[in-house]
């Protein structure tokens, strides 16, 4: 078990560099779309992309760590809503939270996106819409980012010893 852990730290550390690729792109996509009018759609589809991945690649850590750490991922019509109220609750000596409420709250806007984008043309992406995420997203992405970083060492320290939180007995 404590090789799970160190392994899905490993992860977490790995898709975070991967993640903030994401959110680096669709930031200088969305700057670029307001200034190149002409191919504007060109660049909201790439913001659209891009945000599109980074829930996506949230969502792999969170079901990860739901599979593997709290031995229970959510089922049913709602779980990807569920999925992330998991990660924003603590789990009694199993877990702390992985993310806050605060991020659960502004990650459901990124969730509710991805939906969005999956299930709507390309063309239909309206700029006005999309801009209180953009607004968001480099604040939300610093307080997820640095949550998750706090899990990966969590669980670094987990795995270094027996199977408890660290600090207790």
């Not at 992330?84 to 459901?108: F, H, K, T, W, Y």
Request: one cysteine or more; aromatic letters at 8%; glycine letters at 8%.
């Amino acid at each position: 078990m404590n090789t799970v852990h160190r392994e899905l730290a490993e992860r977490i550390r790995g898709e975070l560099v991967d993640l903030t690729a994401a959110v680096q792109r669709a930031g200088r996509s969305w700057e670029r779309a307001g200034r190149v009018p002409d191919e504007q759609d060109v660049y909201l589809e790439s913001v659209a992309l891009n945000l599109h991945a980074l829930y996506s690649g949230l969502e792999r850590l969170f079901e990860l760590i739901a599979r593997h750490i709290d031995g229970a991922l959510p089922a049913g019509e709602g779980w990807h809503h569920d999925l992330l109220r998991q990660m924003a609750n603590e789990i009694a000596g199993v877990r702390p939270a992985v993310i806050g409420d605060q991020s659960a709250q502004a990650l459901d806007e990124f969730r509710r996106f991805r939906h969005l984008v999956r299930n709507v043309y390309a063309f239909n992406l309206d700029p006005q819409r999309m801009n209180p995420l953009l607004l968001a997203l480099p604040g939300a992405w610093q307080q997820v980012h640095a949550e998750l970083a706090a899990f990966a060492g969590f669980l670094e320290e987990v795995g270094k010893g027996p199977d408890c939180w660290p600090g207790t007995s």
